[in-house]
Every structure is written in structure tokens, then in C-alpha cells.
Nanobody
Framework: VQLQASGGGLVQAGGSLRLSCVAS????????MGWYRQAPGKQRDLVATITSSGNTNYADSVKGRFTISRDNAKNTVYLQMNSLKPEDTAVYSC??????????????WGQGTQVTVSS
């Protein structure tokens, strides 16, 4: 199972971006999916997670500005980011708890996508 993230870029403060992350490969089931971010010189932090049934969890710093969603039919998770701030600048990575068709449980990470918010 692999994850492919897209949608990062450069945006001015107050702007919006939408990240996407598609899972592919020998997928039997995808459980929780999430987004994490890592700013230069800092640890990787959780941004938001979503269960297969749609329950969500957000970091306090993004509540009310970011929305995580998923399309189970497309094995895709999204992160809509509004009212972006310079402190949101980071490499954003997607993550999934997956079960392969061989019934192997795995935690999968996608490659990061850079989000840069200018002031």
C-alpha cells in the first residue's frame, strides 16, 4: 500500500489550500487516515485525523480553520486549509492505518508536500 500526497504550494496569509492523499496498491481496508506536519527544526506534529466512519480530531492550532475529509470509495483523504498563517508553513505528510489484501496490517506514510505561507 502506498500513499501519494499533492496540493501543496505557496500562498499568502489568509489564503487557502487543499491537500489530497490517495492510497493505492493491494488494499483490503483503510482504517484511520491523517495529516501531520513538520516545520524546519521542529518535530512532526499531528494536524488532523479521520476514522473510516468519519469521526475527526484536530490539533488545537488548526481547529476552525482546517477541515479533514475522506472519500472511502477513492481511498483518498483531503485537508482543506483556510485562513492560513505563516506559522502553518511546514512539510505536510499523510498517514494511514491499512490492511493489505494479504491481511497484513501496516502504517503507511506518504511523501511530504511543502506548504509555504507568506506574510
Amino acid at each position: 500500500v502506498q500513499l501519494q500526497a499533492s496540493g501543496g504550494g505557496l500562498v499568502q496569509a489568509g489564503g487557502s489550500l487543499r491537500l489530497s492523499c490517495v492510497a493505492s496498491g493491494s488494499i483490503f481496508r483503510i482504517n484511520d487516515m491523517g495529516w501531520y506536519r513538520q516545520a524546519p527544526g521542529k518535530q512532526r506534529d499531528l494536524v488532523a485525523t479521520i476514522t473510516s466512519s468519519g469521526n475527526t480530531n484536530y490539533a488545537d492550532s488548526v481547529k476552525g480553520r482546517f477541515t479533514i475529509s475522506r472519500d472511502n470509495a477513492k481511498n483518498t483523504v483531503y485537508l482543506q486549509m483556510n485562513s492560513l498563517k505563516p506559522e502553518d508553513t511546514a512539510v505536510y505528510s499523510c498517514n494511514a492505518d491499512a490492511v493489505s489484501t494479504g491481511r497484513v496490517y501496516m502504517i503507511v506514510w506518504g511523501q511530504g508536500t511543502q506548504v509555504t505561507v507568506s506574510s
